[in-house]
């Protein structure tokens, strides 16, 4: 276990000034908490933060956090508190100490739901100082190195949840080393098998070229010194076994078919120098064409700069090379530790100084804004995995502004990553000069020109185009509005003319002091939950109004039988099948009086369904046709956006099965099916096996494998109608299947 002045002069190494009082102070506080406490090892509890604050202390931070180091399980763990730290250490350690405490009760591995929230506490605490991330980082890789004491089932909870978060969020903070680390001790108790066949057969590769990384080393070395690099270090190294068996995963080779185990890193003193080492190296040695990257003149995301590139190198071995300065080596191994703003920096200061260079802080603190912006627990947690574990692309605004991208990113992605307004308003792109489609993948270097339109909406079905998060949130919320948009313009159609028959004017300025009693957040969500039905024009008339009485509006029968004469909202008459008085004399809907009632097709012009169709279970609005009734749509339907600003013509209108006479309703489906023989039939035969009619059917080739097929399908209802959808996507011949409207 180190002592306490070996902790001391640690620190000294890299910075001879060291405050040796407070890390005195808190290296006796922490031994006087946690007392006899032991640990699943049988190790005195103490040796935990004091190996937290050992790695630290290779990461060359400031004494205060190592301090937090020592101390941040004592209030978690012992009788400490958070007034008792703040009077010993200051209240920037105690609230640095409170953070971590709050950190140490998270389970990131549990109910997708709990996860995501508990990770919205994780970002948000570390977001607000990076001291909290640091800190925790050396916690959880001490615990992932300790890691065999816990029980099966413990330890692979744990490991699961470093390989999710921990390992990703250092590598996304520059981190690489220690990322490296807990990956590799994740892979050790995830995969277990895995882990020692790649690990020995590293060994043995290791034992059979005994001695080549020192000769590659040797050998470069005097290349670059032969040249007039005297200051160039050489070094070398096998890669890490989590490293090897993600290759062979993601590229499906055998061990065998590895040709790069080994990589090298030069370190020379400055930008041009790396240069230099490169064109040296290339004169020298063939290059494997195609693994050429340079990440000084475009740096990744997370501040990482270096030239990579792949050789036939001495020996006839291919070997991977990375070309940096010293200064760049140091950020690479270390992220933002490595950053000396930082470091000089005390509490918020420092924090403000940091977040303005680093853009791997930054990207933190732009993740930490998708917070705000309303979506739920889920699609956040879905989204900052994507921003996690995605590789990047690099491209350019014609202004030459670098926008980096997740691999296989759309210029979809690239507009909404430019600013949120643009990809809404996205029609089309540019990418390098040429008109392409928006599903084109951006290549690294592409300089991309966004088209747009003021009048764009975007399309739902970009959602399943797009890889970033922050897109798939933009337009789910856009979606989400438009529907909303929908709905309270039908709630605002019906609140006004419930108010205007009570002789009354409805306002939006009336309902806000109303709203509480109505148990609704704000004026447009209450409009828009009467539209959807989820709330009575008349309990916001009676709030409003408490001394309001409803009077009942008796529906006469039409001398024909089996239709019935209903006046509608707007004070027209309508014929409406199978409804009796007596039904309608007791009912009492949105205006007063029952919604019009639609029981089914009809053969009559007073009430139809829109081309594509509706079935029970939809949400259905009606729309007065000029001379020709009412026609029927879902309330998905984009064509009622042609009516938005002709509210007259809204009608509220709800289903009225029979279920003695049960109808079929239409509805219209969209297949993308291989081109094979064969195909048509195992969709009819799907069809048909659900009981359900083939109205009508249209087939287009869309390309030489796939097919399209449209089809206006007849169903009972809207769970029969998912059921067919489902099975339908479960089919191999299928690509994809969706449900149109008009």
Same mark, same amino acid.
């Given at each position: 276990?180190?002592?306490?002045?070996?902790?001391?002069?640690?620190?000294?190494?890299?910075?001879?000034?060291?405050?040796?009082?407070?890390?005195?102070?808190?290296?006796?506080?922490?031994?006087?908490?946690?007392?006899?406490?032991?640990?699943?090892?049988?190790?005195?509890?103490?040796?935990?933060?004091?190996?937290?604050?050992?790695?630290?202390?290779?990461?060359?931070?400031?004494?205060?956090?190592?301090?937090?180091?020592?101390?941040?399980?004592?209030?978690?763990?012992?009788?400490?508190?958070?007034?008792?730290?703040?009077?010993?250490?200051?209240?920037?350690?105690?609230?640095?100490?409170?953070?971590?405490?709050?950190?140490?009760?998270?389970?990131?591995?549990?109910?997708?739901?709990?996860?995501?929230?508990?990770?919205?506490?994780?970002?948000?605490?570390?977001?607000?100082?990076?001291?909290?991330?640091?800190?925790?980082?050396?916690?959880?890789?001490?615990?992932?190195?300790?890691?065999?004491?816990?029980?099966?089932?413990?330890?692979?909870?744990?490991?699961?949840?470093?390989?999710?978060?921990?390992?990703?969020?250092?590598?996304?903070?520059?981190?690489?080393?220690?990322?490296?680390?807990?990956?590799?001790?994740?892979?050790?108790?995830?995969?277990?098998?895995?882990?020692?066949?790649?690990?020995?057969?590293?060994?043995?590769?290791?034992?059979?070229?005994?001695?080549?990384?020192?000769?590659?080393?040797?050998?470069?070395?005097?290349?670059?010194?032969?040249?007039?690099?005297?200051?160039?270090?050489?070094?070398?190294?096998?890669?890490?076994?989590?490293?090897?068996?993600?290759?062979?995963?993601?590229?499906?080779?055998?061990?065998?078919?590895?040709?790069?185990?080994?990589?090298?890193?030069?370190?020379?003193?400055?930008?041009?120098?790396?240069?230099?080492?490169?064109?040296?190296?290339?004169?020298?040695?063939?290059?494997?064409?195609?693994?050429?990257?340079?990440?000084?003149?475009?740096?990744?995301?997370?501040?990482?700069?270096?030239?990579?590139?792949?050789?036939?190198?001495?020996?006839?071995?291919?070997?991977?090379?990375?070309?940096?300065?010293?200064?760049?080596?140091?950020?690479?191994?270390?992220?933002?530790?490595?950053?000396?703003?930082?470091?000089?920096?005390?509490?918020?200061?420092?924090?403000?100084?940091?977040?303005?260079?680093?853009?791997?802080?930054?990207?933190?603190?732009?993740?930490?804004?998708?917070?705000?912006?309303?979506?739920?627990?889920?699609?956040?947690?879905?989204?900052?995995?994507?921003?996690?574990?995605?590789?990047?692309?690099?491209?350019?605004?014609?202004?030459?502004?670098?926008?980096?991208?997740?691999?296989?990113?759309?210029?979809?992605?690239?507009?909404?990553?430019?600013?949120?307004?643009?990809?809404?308003?996205?029609?089309?792109?540019?990418?390098?000069?040429?008109?392409?489609?928006?599903?084109?993948?951006?290549?690294?270097?592409?300089?991309?020109?966004?088209?747009?339109?003021?009048?764009?909406?975007?399309?739902?079905?970009?959602?399943?185009?797009?890889?970033?998060?922050?897109?798939?949130?933009?337009?789910?919320?856009?979606?989400?509005?438009?529907?909303?948009?929908?709905?309270? #313009?039908?709630?605002? /159609? *019906?609140?006004? +003319?419930?108010? =205007?028959? !009570?002789?009354?004017?409805?306002?939006?300025? @009336?309902?806000?002091?109303?709203?509480?009693?109505?148990?609704?957040?704000?004026?447009?969500?209450?409009?828009?939950?009467?539209?959807?039905?989820?709330?009575?024009?008349?309990?916001?008339?009676?709030?409003?109004?408490?001394?309001?009485?409803?009077?009942?509006?008796?529906?006469?029968?039409?001398?024909?039988?089996?239709?019935?004469?209903?006046?509608?909202?707007? #004070?027209?008459?309508? /014929? *409406?099948?199978? +409804?009796?008085? =007596?039904? !309608?004399?007791?009912?009492?809907?949105?205006? @007063?009086?029952?919604?019009?009632?639609?029981?089914?097709?009809?053969?009559?012009?007073?009430?139809?369904?829109?081309?594509?169709?509706?079935?029970?279970?939809?949400?259905?609005?009606?729309?007065?046709?000029?001379?020709?009734?009412?026609?029927?749509?879902?309330?998905?339907?984009?064509?009622?956006?042609?009516?938005?600003?002709?509210?007259?013509?809204?009608?509220?209108?709800?289903?009225?099965?029979?279920?003695?006479?049960?109808?079929?309703?239409?509805?219209?489906?969209?297949?993308?099916?291989?081109?094979?023989?064969?195909?048509?039939?195992?969709?009819?035969?799907?069809?048909?096996?659900?009981?359900?009619?083939?109205?009508?059917?249209?087939?287009?080739?869309?390309?030489?494998?796939?097919?399209?097929?449209?089809?206006?399908?007849?169903?009972?209802?809207?769970?029969?109608?998912?059921?067919?959808?489902?099975?339908?996507?479960?089919?191999?011949?299928?690509?994809?299947?969706?449900?149109?409207?008009?």
């Amino acid at each position: 276990m180190m002592r306490q002045y070996e902790l001391v002069e640690r620190v000294q190494r890299y910075k001879p000034d060291v405050n040796e009082a407070l890390l005195n102070k808190a290296y006796v506080y922490a031994m006087q908490k946690h007392g006899q406490q032991k640990r699943a090892s049988g190790d005195p509890y103490i040796s935990h933060p004091l190996e937290v604050a050992a790695i630290l202390t290779d990461m060359h931070l400031d004494e205060s956090t190592i301090a937090v180091a020592l101390l941040h399980d004592t209030i978690e763990d012992t009788t400490a508190t958070r007034a008792e730290i703040d009077d010993l250490f200051g209240e920037d350690i105690g609230r640095l100490v409170e953070g971590l405490t709050k950190l140490k009760r998270l389970d990131l591995v549990t109910k997708k739901a709990k996860q995501a929230e508990n990770l919205r506490k994780l970002l948000l605490a570390i977001s607000d100082d990076v001291r909290v991330l640091l800190v925790k980082l050396a916690d959880r890789l001490h615990n992932m190195r300790t890691l065999e004491h816990m029980n099966p089932e413990k330890r692979a909870r744990i490991s699961e949840e470093t390989m999710d978060i921990y390992a990703p969020l250092a590598g996304r903070m520059g981190m690489q080393d220690l990322r490296d680390e807990l990956e590799d001790l994740s892979f050790r108790y995830l995969n277990p098998e895995a882990y020692e066949t790649v690990t020995k057969r590293l060994a043995d590769l290791s034992a059979r070229n005994e001695g080549l990384i020192t000769k590659i080393e040797d050998e470069l070395r005097d290349l670059l010194v032969a040249n007039g690099l005297l200051d160039a270090v050489v070094k070398g190294r096998q890669k890490k076994p989590y490293s090897v068996f993600r290759k062979m995963q993601s590229k499906s080779l055998s061990f065998e078919q590895l040709s790069d185990v080994y990589g090298f890193r030069i370190l020379v003193g400055d930008i041009p120098a790396c240069y230099r080492a490169l064109g040296i190296v290339h004169t020298r040695w063939r290059v494997v064409p195609g693994r050429f990257k340079d990440y000084i003149s475009t740096p990744k995301q997370n501040d990482y700069r270096s030239i990579h590139t792949t050789i036939i190198g001495p020996s006839r071995q291919r070997i991977e090379l990375q070309i940096r300065t010293k200064r760049m080596h140091e950020i690479a191994e270390y992220g933002i530790a490595a950053h000396a703003l930082y470091k000089d920096g005390e509490g918020s200061e420092g924090g403000e100084l940091l977040s303005k260079e680093s853009n791997a802080y930054s990207w933190l603190r732009h993740t930490i804004e998708a917070l705000s912006e309303g979506d739920n627990p889920e699609e956040f947690l879905e989204h900052t995995k994507l921003e996690l574990f995605q590789d990047q692309v690099f491209c350019f605004t014609p202004k030459g502004k670098l926008i980096a991208l997740p691999r296989g990113a759309t210029p979809i992605d690239f507009a909404y990553a430019v600013h949120t307004n643009i990809g809404d308003t996205t029609v089309g792109a540019k990418i390098n000069g040429r008109i392409m489609p928006l599903v084109t993948r951006l290549n690294n270097g592409d300089e991309v020109e966004i088209i747009r339109s003021g009048v764009q909406v975007p399309p739902a079905a970009w959602e399943e185009i797009v890889v970033t998060g922050k897109a798939r949130a933009a337009i789910r919320r856009a979606t989400r509005m438009a529907i909303r948009k929908q709905y309270a #313009g039908l709630g605002y /159609r *019906i609140l006004e +003319r419930t108010f =205007e028959r !009570a002789g009354k004017v409805f306002s939006r300025e @009336g309902l806000k002091p109303v709203l509480h009693r109505l148990g609704q957040k704000d004026v447009e969500d209450a409009i828009a939950s009467v539209g959807r039905g989820e709330l009575s024009s008349l309990d916001v008339m009676r709030a409003i109004y408490p001394d309001y009485k409803d009077e009942r509006v008796t529906v006469k029968p039409s001398a024909d039988e089996g239709w019935f004469n209903v006046r509608s909202v707007s #004070g027209m008459m309508f /014929r *409406i099948p199978g +409804r009796s008085a =007596e039904a !309608a004399e007791m009912e009492t809907g949105e205006q @007063g009086r029952a919604p019009l009632p639609i029981r089914g097709l009809s053969a009559s012009t007073q009430v139809r369904f829109s081309q594509s169709g509706a079935v029970p279970g939809d949400r259905i609005v009606g729309i007065m046709e000029n001379g020709s009734g009412i026609t029927i749509y879902p309330i998905q339907a984009p064509a009622l956006q042609r009516f938005d600003d002709q509210p007259e013509r809204w009608i509220d209108v709800r289903w009225d099965l029979d279920d003695a006479n049960k109808s079929r309703f239409t509805a219209r489906i969209l297949i993308n099916a291989l081109n094979e023989p064969g195909t048509l039939a195992t969709v009819a035969q799907t069809i048909a096996g659900l009981d359900i009619n083939i109205r009508n059917l249209d087939m287009g080739r869309v390309a030489t494998d796939f097919s399209e097929i449209l089809l206006d399908v007849e169903v009972w209802d809207l769970r029969q109608l998912n059921q067919l959808l489902t099975q339908l996507k479960d089919l191999d011949c299928i690509s994809t299947v969706k449900r149109v409207y008009d």
